[in-house]
Nanobody, 128 residues
Framework: VQLQACGGGLVQAGGSLRLTCAAS????????VGWFRQAPGKERVFVAA????????DYADSVKGRFAISRDNAQKRVHLQMNSLSPEDTAAYYC??????????????????????WGQGTQVTVSS
């Protein structure tokens, strides 16, 4: 499977962006997909995840109430709607597919090591 993230860009503080993760390959619908971000000089951190069915979601505390994750299994896409952006959200954003099918645990999906396929990243820059 291949993942491609897009939708990043430059936006002013308070603005919005919508990221999309597009997947190729047959196996997509049964897998949790997560978004992570990495700022320069910092480690990659969890942002949000959505279960294979779309019924389960999890968010990092820093984005709760501002970001919303959704998926369209027919289109093999996962979206991350980001609102009320701040300069602290500036980072490269990566989508990834969890390594286990039909599995969603809020402690587990926050760990980058539990994902086996990663997209190339899309840059989000928020100006103050």
């Amino acid at each position: 499977v291949q993942l491609q993230a897009c939708g990043g860009g430059l936006v002013q503080a308070g603005g919005s962006l919508r990221l999309t993760c597009a997947a190729s390959g047959r196996t997509f619908g049964g897998y949790t997909v997560g978004w992570f971000r990495q700022a320069p000089g910092k480690e990659r951190v969890f942002v949000a995840a959505i279960s294979g069915s779309g019924r389960g979601t999890d968010y990092a505390d820093s984005v709760k109430g501002r970001f919303a994750i959704s998926r369209d299994n027919a289109q093999k896409r996962v979206h991350l709607q980001m609102n009320s952006l701040s300069p602290e959200d500036t980072a490269a954003y990566y989508c990834a597919r969890h390594s286990r099918m039909y599995y969603f645990s809020k402690d587990d999906v926050q760990m980058a090591n539990n994902y086996d396929y990663w997209g190339q990243g899309t840059q989000v820059t928020v100006s103050s």
